[in-house]
């Protein structure tokens, strides 16, 4: 089923096509499978094939029935333009995410679980309030009669559905959760989740102005501040999560090519947390999940095996930095010359700043390897033929090098982005950033990072994103 609706959505990705149709009859709840909904839709079932893949023997018993309904969620949310259909979607979406979080069943995590769930609940409270009060003024719950609705209502559905999206400041939930999940939730959770409310925020900012100049000033906000958070956190999973919320304020800032910038970071984003920890930290918590017996807690997975995810690892993170020769170029490209020009010097900054991120991201994965597997790097005939051997030994293998090979063949979908000033501008971004992380190094994020993620913690900050973004299309006007 996956693999059919990948086929079957990645022929139209970057085409006009569209499809439109309506249930229950005449009047009933309306659907459009376009151009905004082509992409989300490729990019959540390839990262359910990926989790599905690599993390087959971890699943607890109702894992794939949580997904099925995940996926039924995420379909209804990328190709609805009914806004009570959206609120149905997004709320399935967030008792499915709840469990993804609770998942590992201790806790922390169940206390992350019922924040996300009553927060996203008052988030989506506010979302209700505003589509009731465009109701009152357009007798319509479709997208397109928005145009007539008040500020005040505009205001409050956009809040809700950034925070479903994870966006500043409505994403601060998105790095507690993604540090404490087990790897394939928060592979699920970045890849998928976290998309769902980026369709109907990009089909409202190419109707209404008013909203899409405002996502841009929201866009940029989320892109420098949570990227600066990033860069400071020295926690892995936490840095993962705030660059997940620098990453997509970057995607909303262009209407157009939302949907495919969240598409491939969606993507990455869960091949960089199925690879994140090692493999013999991998198989421990295999083993502790499963209750299985402590024979093997010790044991490490062949190097070669290792080496592989290693290299998916940093594959995938050159392509969030946008590294020339991956798909990440591409969709980065996109946006940046569909922007505002008075935004693209700041799009700029966030670019450094997320590769002095996974610069840093890159050094800590390739330092723990050697130091687990020293003893083992060293070279000759038939250990090179025994590692090669072992890359092709595991089924997981091969899903790791298809994706890495992806990666690389999607960068060619558009050659006229390749050219010699955006290859060096990339290039020369990536070689800055390594500098800065080693300028940064030894700052931690702890004395200025907790003070504030506690005030305007997800109950809060809905409502101070719907009260800002009121006060900019009545009085600031940015």
Not at 305 to 331: C, D, K, N, W, Y
Request: include cysteine; hydrophobic fraction near 50%.
């Amino acid at each position: 089923m996956l693999l059919g609706y990948a086929a079957a959505s990645f022929q139209y990705i970057g085409t006009d096509v569209a499809y439109q149709f309506t249930l229950v009859g005449e009047g009933g709840i309306q659907f459009s499978v376009d151009a905004y909904s082509f992409p989300l839709i490729f990019g959540s079932c390839i990262t359910l094939l990926i989790v599905f893949g690599l993390f087959l023997k971890r699943f607890s018993h109702y894992y794939y029935q949580i997904c099925l309904v995940l996926l039924t969620a995420l379909l209804i949310s990328f190709t609805t333009v009914d806004l009570v259909s959206m609120f149905i979607s997004l709320e399935l979406l967030g008792f499915s995410a709840f469990l993804l979080i609770a998942d590992r069943n201790d806790k922390k995590s169940l206390f992350n679980a019922f924040q996300y769930l009553i927060g996203g609940g008052i988030a989506m409270l506010i979302y209700l309030i505003g589509v009731v009060q465009a109701f009152t003024f357009t007798g319509s719950f479709l997208l397109e009669d928005l145009v007539k609705a008040p500020e005040t209502a505009l205001c409050l559905i956009v809040a809700g559905l950034l925070t479903k999206s994870g966006v500043f400041l409505c994403g601060l939930w998105v790095p507690n959760i993604y540090s404490h999940a087990n790897c394939q939730s928060s592979a699920v959770l970045a890849g998928c989740v976290t998309c769902a409310g980026i369709a109907p925020i990009a089909r409202m900012s190419q109707i209404l102005n008013p909203i899409s100049d405002s996502m841009v000033v929201i866009g940029v906000i989320s892109a420098v501040i949570a990227a600066i958070y990033a860069v400071f956190e020295r926690e892995s999973g936490r840095a993962l999560g705030w660059s997940s919320v620098s990453q997509l304020g970057i995607a909303i800032l262009s209407p157009t090519y939302a949907c495919s910038y969240a598409m491939q970071h969606g993507i990455c984003k869960a091949l960089l947390f199925s690879t994140l920890v090692s493999g013999s930290q991998s198989s421990q918590s295999e083993e502790s999940l499963s209750h299985a017996t402590n024979h093997n807690l010790g044991s490490k997975i062949p190097p070669a095996q290792e080496l592989m995810r290693v290299v998916v690892f940093i594959v995938a993170s050159l392509s969030i930095m946008g590294f020339p020769l991956l798909a990440g170029f591409i969709t980065k490209n996109w946006v940046k010359y569909d922007i505002p020009y008075e935004a693209k010097i700041i799009f700029a900054t966030t670019t450094l700043l997320t590769s002095t991120v996974y610069a840093r991201l890159i050094f800590d994965r390739l330092s723990t390897f050697i130091k687990q597997y020293r003893r083992d790097l060293s070279l000759s005939s038939s250990r090179l033929l025994k590692y090669f051997r072992d890359i092709f030994a595991t089924p997981t293998n091969y899903i790791l090098l298809i994706s890495v090979v992806s990666l690389v063949v999607a960068s060619f979908t558009a050659p006229e982005l390749v050219t010699f000033t955006s290859v060096q501008s990339a290039v020369i971004s990536a070689i800055l950033g390594g500098i800065l992380f080693v300028s940064v190094v030894g700052i931690q994020a702890d004395e200025f990072v907790k003070p504030i993620t506690r005030t305007l913690d997800l109950v809060g900050a809905p409502f101070l994103v719907a009260a800002l973004l009121l006060a900019n299309l009545i009085y600031l006007k940015i």
